[in-house]
C-alpha cells in the first residue's frame, strides 16, 4: 500500500515538473471561468426584458431602415484650385501688409503703368500651356460671366459666407446655380487683359465674407479656420475702433479743459484787482491829506483878522 502511494505521489510530482503542466492548468481554469459567465448571461436574458427594451426604441420611434444622420458633418478641407499633376504654380503671391517688402513688391500687378495689389494668387504651368481649373471646395455657383478685364469668371458660394472666386478662364463648363462637388472640372486656364504679361494663367481667390484672405494660408486647412480667422479678425477690428473712440473722446476734452481754465484766469484776476488797493492811494503822504485842514484854518484866521 506504501509502495502504492508513493509510486502515485512520484507521478505527481513529475508532472509538476513539466514545463507545460502550469499554463495548460492556467489556460484550463480561464476556460471555466468564461463558459460560467456566458452561461451566467444568457441566463439572465429575460424575453420579458427583451420586449421592455424594445418598447423604449418604438416610443423613440426609431426605424431601422432610415439612413443615420451624422452627429456632426465632417468639416471640409480647402484645396488647391490645380490638380497636382498639372504642374502648376503660383507665379503671383496674395499682397500680405504684414510681409517684407520683397514678398510684398512680388504681390504686386502692372496694369496701366500702374502697380496693383493682388488680392489672389495667379497660376501658370511652366510651359505655358492651359491646365484644368478645379473647384477649392463644395458649394453652388454663384456668378458665371465674361468681364473685359479679368476675362470669364466664375464665383462660388459655400457654407459660413465663404466664397471662392476664379477667373481669366476658358471653355467654362458650370453655370450659375448649379451644385459642384470639390474637385470638379470648372475651366481651363486662360488669358486676361489684366494680368496679360502672365499669359495664360488662372486667377483664385479665397473670400471670407467680402474680406479677401490669403488661399495659401488656409490650403489643407478646414473651413472652420477660415471662421477662426474671420473672428480674430472683427475683434481685432472692434479693439482698433473703441480705441480709436476713445483717443478721440479724449482729444474732445481736453481743449474744453483749456477753455474753461481760460475762461477761469480774468475771473481771478480781475479779483486781485479788486483786492489790490489803488496805486494813487498808495503814494499819498499824510501831509498832503492834512494840507487842507491849514489852509482853511489860516483863512479862517485871516478872516476874523
Not at 170 to 177: L, P, Q, S, W, Y
Amino acid at each position: 500500500m506504501k509502495e502504492k502511494n508513493s509510486v502515485s505521489k512520484s507521478k505527481w510530482k513529475r508532472l509538476f515538473r513539466k514545463k507545460w503542466f502550469f499554463p495548460a492548468l492556467y489556460l484550463g481554469i480561464s476556460a471555466l471561468l468564461l463558459t460560467a459567465v456566458l452561461w451566467y448571461q444568457s441566463g439572465t436574458n429575460d424575453p420579458e426584458q427583451a420586449e421592455d427594451d424594445k418598447g423604449i426604441f418604438d416610443s423613440l420611434n426609431f426605424d431601422g431602415n432610415e439612413e443615420a444622420t451624422p452627429v456632426a458633418e465632417q468639416d471640409e478641407v480647402v484645396k488647391a484650385p490645380v490638380a497636382e499633376d498639372a504642374e502648376a504654380t503660383v507665379v503671383t503671391k496674395f499682397y500680405d501688409h504684414k510681409a517684407d517688402s520683397e514678398a510684398q513688391e512680388n504681390a504686386l500687378v502692372l496694369y496701366d503703368n500702374k502697380y496693383y495689389q493682388s488680392t489672389g494668387v495667379d497660376y501658370a504651368a511652366a510651359d505655358g500651356e492651359a491646365f484644368d481649373v478645379l473647384a477649392a471646395l463644395s458649394g453652388t455657383v454663384t456668378e458665371v460671366k465674361e468681364d473685359a478685364l479679368h476675362g470669364n469668371v466664375v464665383q462660388i458660394e459655400h457654407k459660413n459666407g465663404v466664397a471662392t472666386y476664379y477667373a481669366s478662364l476658358e471653355d467654362v463648363k458650370v453655370e450659375a446655380g448649379q451644385e459642384v462637388k470639390q474637385g470638379d472640372v470648372l475651366a481651363t486656364a486662360g488669358q486676361s487683359l489684366f494680368a496679360k504679361d502672365k499669359a495664360t494663367h488662372l486667377h483664385f481667390e479665397v473670400l471670407n465674407g467680402d474680406t479677401p484672405v490669403n488661399p495659401e494660408s488656409f490650403f489643407n486647412q478646414p473651413v472652420s479656420k477660415l471662421q477662426e480667422a474671420k473672428k480674430e479678425t472683427e475683434a481685432v477690428q472692434e479693439e482698433t475702433a473703441d480705441t480709436a473712440g476713445q483717443n478721440e473722446q479724449t482729444e474732445t476734452e481736453a481743449p474744453a479743459e483749456e477753455n474753461a481754465d481760460a475762461e477761469a484766469t480774468p475771473t481771478d484776476e480781475s479779483g486781485d484787482k479788486e483786492e489790490t488797493p489803488d496805486r494813487s492811494d498808495e503814494e499819498k503822504s499824510p501831509e498832503q491829506d492834512e494840507q487842507p485842514e491849514d489852509e482853511a484854518t489860516s483863512s479862517s484866521s485871516s478872516a476874523q483878522t
